[in-house]
């Protein structure tokens, strides 16, 4: 069988040594793979309705994430042009990276995206995840409101067993664009990592916070979490 060796840092020691306990016969070997599958999968091309600062129209195209923003495919015919404009006036880069062979990409920075919704099949993996963002919906909210925070695990468990990087955050990306949609904070920011205690990346993206400083972020989330627990949630989730 292939070997690979992966050297950690001694202060990461105690977030291993907790895996393999959780563990519970799976190989920390596995739990990798998995959560290796997870990462790239992140990082596929998927379709999205971009709005990006200063443009007078959104635009529907593929993503995808890259550092500290994302790639945009230039579509054909008028959303192409539209792009293109767009990206001219915001100074923005062009080139290949990230899609195929022929095809123009342009690189946009997250600060120069003013929302972003990924058009995902609803049923993607067998899951219902509007569905499953409904039932989350009063969860997160009861959580908001008291501004407390809850770890993806947790959360994967008081929905029926998700799975907390495969399947929570396709529901929370329901939620995150019902937000973002309608000028409401961003509701997801109650859940956390249970290692680090902060949401996941995609909440710093979404906000435009990738490129702070972790102290900044840190202090943009828990400012975020204060305006969670004023703001006028409805009891019933609104999707």
């Known amino acids: 069988m292939p070997k690979k060796t992966v ?3 001694e202060s990461d020691l105690p977030l291993w040594e907790r895996a393999e306990v959780l ?4 190989s920390v070997s596995s739990i990798l793979t998995e959560a290796l599958q997870q990462y790239l999968e992140g ?3 998927l379709t999205a309705t971009v709005r990006l600062r200063g443009a007078a129209q959104d635009i529907q195209t593929r993503v ?3 550092s500290s923003g994302w790639m945009l495919a230039v579509p054909d015919g008028p959303m192409g042009k539209i792009l293109r404009t767009a990206a001219a006036e915001a100074g923005l880069g062009s080139g290949s990276e990230g899609g195929g062979p022929g095809q123009e990409w342009v690189w946009v920075p997250a600060s120069a995206v003013a929302a972003l919704w990924l058009r995902m099949p609803s049923t993607a993996g067998g899951a219902d ?3 499953l963002a409904r039932q989350a919906w009063p969860l997160l909210v009861a959580k908001a409101r008291i501004g407390d925070t809850v770890p993806y695990s947790q959360l994967g468990a008081e929905l029926g067993g998700l799975h907390p990087l495969r399947q929570v955050p396709q529901l929370l990306d329901v939620i995150e664009q019902w937000c973002l949609g309608h000028d409401a904070p961003d509701l997801t920011g109650v859940v956390v990592s249970q290692a680090s205690g902060l949401p996941g990346q995609d909440y710093w993206r979404q906000n435009h916070w990738a490129e702070l400083s972790v102290a900044d972020r840190v202090d943009r989330w828990r400012q975020a979490l204060q305006e969670l627990a004023h703001h006028p949630w409805p009891a019933e989730p609104p999707f």
């Open 7 to 9: 050297y950690i840092r």
């Open 23 to 26: 563990a519970q016969g799976d």
């Open 43 to 45: 990082r596929q091309a």
């Open 64 to 66: 995808q994430p890259v």
């Open 129 to 131: 995840y509007s569905a």
